[in-house]
Structure formats: C-alpha cells, structure tokens
C-alpha cells in the first residue's frame, strides 16, 4: 500500500474514532474494507488519493461483486456496506483539503437482487380462510377480515383502515386508502361480502357497544379501530392453525391475491390497479413468480424439457 493512501487512511480512522465515536465493530469493519480498496488501488498503479478516478472506484466495487482467488464473491449487500465506507474516506479527504474533487460521489452501490414475493397456493388460501372458526364476534371479525384481504388485494394497513361508508355492498366494491393518500376502488368478491355482512350484522354491534362510535369496519374489543399489529396477528394466527409451513407476512395474502390473479389470466396492467401500485414496473414481479411456476411444470410435464 502506497504510503500517501496510508496516511489519509489513518487520518480518517482516527476522526472516525474521535470526532466521530464510531464504534469498536464498525471502526473494524471499515479498516478492512478501506484496506482492500487501497490495495486495489496500489495494485492499478495509484499511489496518492489526487490519482483517484470514478473508474478505478468502480472497478474496486465490481472487483467486490467478481471475488479473486484469496475472496470470494461478494453479496451486494455487502459491496454496498464496503462501498459506504469508500464513499466516506473520499469525502473526508475532499472536505481535509487533501483533494480537489470526490471521485467515488456518482458510484452508487448495487441494486440488491428483487425478492420475488411468497404467495400461497390456492389450497392453502382456502384453508386458511376457513380458520378462525366460531361463531363469537371475534371470529367473525376475523374471518371477514382475511376475506377482505384476499377478495380485495388490500395492504392490512389498508384494510384496518376501512370505514363503514367505504364499503358498497350493492356494487360490491370497497374504497381503499392506499399510499400517498391515493384512493382506489376495488371489487369484493361474495364470498368476502358474505364474511363481511356476517360480521357487521351478529358482530361488530356487540363489539362497537364498548367504544365511542368509531366509524371503522373493524373493531377491537374496546370498540376502537383494530389497528395494524392486531390485523397482522390475525393472519398469523389463522396461518398457524392452517398448519401452513411456509413462512407468512403481513402481505402473504396480498402476494397470494395478485398472483393467483395472474395465473388465471388477469392483464399485468389491470392487476397493477387493483393493487394501487404508481408504475406497472412493480406489479411485474409477480409475474415473475407465474414464469417459474410455469418453468416448474414445463420441466416436470414436457418429454423434451430436460437433456
């Protein structure tokens, strides 16, 4: 490592330590990857920080991603983390005075790979739905609720946020408040309509007899709004007496919705609506998931598929 890089580098460890107080852990892990960097850069011929180009900041970045043959490959996310304290040498030698320009500035780090989203199969979705069972408001609520979220697409926070004057039930639609303050008019299938009037005839009255008239749909035990944490309790909680195995989020159902949409032939663009998703480029993931299960079943079913 050429000595001018070294400098530079102590000199920013130590105004981390002391002027910054960073901790032990992170001063750590900095040092290391401030270390491989200017080794990278002592290895291209660069000797003082002036030298720096955004290219030979980029090449360390993908350098990380490529791996040699001492390191293995790295995840994005941990290029980004190394790139982070890259990022923070340059701009410290930038305001020292150390160097006229920042070079690393317009390097971004790696997009971490997208997750395609979990969705259950049909089977599982119909057995979760039928739980919980009963007949006490509680269930009832509860059924009504995850019907709503599968019939509907509803982000739980979406659903907990549903008025009484937000459902139609003549038109069969519901009017949710979605991101931004953006609304958007969904359809309610009957069984959910069914779950749904269950629930606001034998139910939520005993439960809104406890609170102070709140407008919502979905009641707690004390008669106010049901909030977020309790809504995602209930899917949880329905899940696991399912005896589902596969693991459950807040937007299993959500995930479940669109894609069985999909499979059965919705266009991309009329499922983007439904879910209130701003660009088509987010609703196209989900298309994803359908190609792979396809892919599934051409390799398992098509004579030629494989070899």
């Known amino acids: 490592m050429a000595p001018a890089l070294r400098a530079v580098l102590a000199g920013y460890l130590d105004h981390l330590a002391v002027e910054r107080g960073t901790a032990?852990?992170?001063l750590d892990s900095y040092a290391r990857d401030l270390r491989r960097y200017l080794e990278h850069l002592t290895a291209h011929g660069v000797a003082e920080f002036g030298a720096v180009a955004e290219a030979d900041v980029s090449s360390?970045?993908?350098?990380?991603?490529?791996?040699d043959a001492d390191r293995p490959p790295l995840a994005a996310s941990s290029a980004a983390r190394a790139l982070v304290a890259v990022r923070g040498l340059h701009?410290?030698?930038?305001?020292?005075?150390?160097?006229?320009?920042?070079?690393?500035?317009?390097?971004?780090?790696?997009?971490?790979?997208?997750?395609?989203?979990?969705?259950l199969p049909v089977d599982d979705v119909l057995r979760?739905?039928?739980?919980?069972?009963?007949?006490?408001?509680?269930?009832?609520?509860?059924?009504?609720?995850l019907e709503i979220l599968y019939s509907s697409g509803a982000r739980i926070s979406e659903a907990v946020g549903l008025d009484l004057d937000d459902i139609d039930a003549g038109e069969r639609t519901a009017?949710?408040?979605?991101?931004?303050?953006?609304?958007?008019?969904?359809?309610?299938?009957?069984?959910?309509?069914?779950?749904?009037?269950a629930y606001l005839v034998r139910a939520r009255p005993a439960l809104a007899i406890k609170g102070?008239?709140?407008?919502?749909?979905?009641?707690?035990?004390?008669g106010g709004r049901l909030s977020r944490q309790s809504a995602?309790?209930?899917?949880?909680?329905?899940?696991?007496?399912?005896g589902i195995s596969a693991v459950v989020s807040p937007h299993t159902l959500r995930h479940s919705f669109a894609t069985h949409l999909l499979e059965g032939?919705?266009?991309?663009?009329?499922?983007?609506?439904?879910?209130?998703?701003?660009?088509?480029?987010?609703?196209q993931v989900y298309t994803l998931v359908t190609v792979n299960t396809l892919r599934e079943v051409y390799a398992t079913a098509h004579p030629r598929a494989v070899g």
Do not use: C, M, Y
Request: charged share 30%.
């Open 265 to 283: 032939g919705a266009d991309v663009r009329v499922v983007q609506e439904l879910l209130g998703h701003a660009s088509v480029t987010t609703t």
């Open 128 to 145: 979760l739905l039928d739980l919980p069972a009963g007949d006490d408001p509680r269930a009832l609520r509860d059924r009504a609720l």
């Open 60 to 67: 360390f970045l993908a350098a990380l991603r490529e791996g």
């Open 212 to 222: 102070r008239g709140s407008p919502a749909v979905f009641l707690n035990a004390r």
């Open 24 to 26: 032990r852990n992170t």
């Open 91 to 119: 701009r410290f030698a930038h305001r020292e005075g150390i160097v006229e320009q920042d070079p690393a500035r317009e390097v971004h780090p790696p997009s971490p790979p997208r997750r395609l989203p979990k969705a």
């Open 232 to 242: 995602w309790q209930v899917l949880k909680t329905a899940a696991d007496r399912a």
């Open 175 to 197: 009017l949710l408040d979605g991101k931004g303050g953006k609304q958007r008019l969904v359809p309610i299938g009957r069984p959910a309509l069914q779950a749904l009037d």
